[in-house]
């Protein structure tokens, strides 16, 4: 990985001390610590919800490879911690600039329509990283159930994390409510 290979370092090794530590965000690797504080994760098969990842399975240990594009387990609070990264401008890991085209519509009109009849963007577009909307939402959904986005408009980020996968019509229905509702203006939460 060229970050790696930079720094002369781990990936990992790199992550923590050029992001992760800099934003305080303790609870996110490439593992859990703790495995006792990861929950079970689920997928649909067949119209069911059956058990995908117990606690003590592909995130209670360190994986052989660093991924650079998926594979870290984080919490809340660490999560909102990028999200509000990104929604400052930056902060200490980037440049305002470098966030600023990381948060932008980077695709032409025919990269977005390169599937004649069928929007696989389901009306979003691509930043560096991040999926963008036309409303200036940007934020990512992650295959295991997660979401964040920033909504500027608002000055707000939301982050709802789930112990269901994706499945063929996409993230879980409340990741959409979430967003949906935090966008209107209606205040959520969920102690349980």
């Given at each position: 990985m060229l970050a790696s290979r930079a720094d002369g370092a781990p990936f990992g090794d790199v992550m923590r001390q050029r992001v992760l530590a800099p934003l305080g965000m303790r609870d996110t690797a490439f593992h859990a610590g703790d495995a006792a504080r990861l929950a079970t994760a689920y997928e649909v098969h067949g119209g069911e919800l059956v058990l995908s990842d117990p606690p003590d399975g592909q995130w209670s240990s360190p994986p052989a490879f660093h991924d650079g594009g998926a594979g870290l387990v984080s919490t809340v609070d660490d999560v909102v911690a990028f999200g509000r990264m990104l929604a400052t401008g930056g902060g200490p890991v980037l440049a305002r600039a470098t966030a600023a085209e990381m948060t932008r519509d980077q695709l032409t009109p025919a990269q977005r329509e390169f599937w004649p009849g069928f929007s696989f963007l389901d009306e979003r577009s691509w930043g560096y990283g991040v999926a963008v909307a036309g409303d200036g939402r940007y934020g990512w959904?992650?295959?295991?159930?997660?979401?964040?986005?920033?909504?500027?408009?608002?000055?707000?980020?939301?982050?709802?994390?789930?112990?269901?996968?994706?499945?063929?019509?996409?993230?879980?229905?409340?990741?959409?409510?979430?967003?949906?509702?935090?966008?209107?203006?209606?205040?959520?939460?969920?102690?349980?």
């Open positions: 959904e992650g295959g295991s159930g997660t979401m964040w986005a920033n909504v500027p408009s608002q000055d707000l980020t939301v982050v709802v994390l789930t112990q269901r996968s994706f499945d063929e019509h996409g993230p879980p229905a409340i990741c959409g409510d979430v967003l949906d509702a935090a966008r209107a203006g209606v205040a959520t939460t969920d102690s349980g």
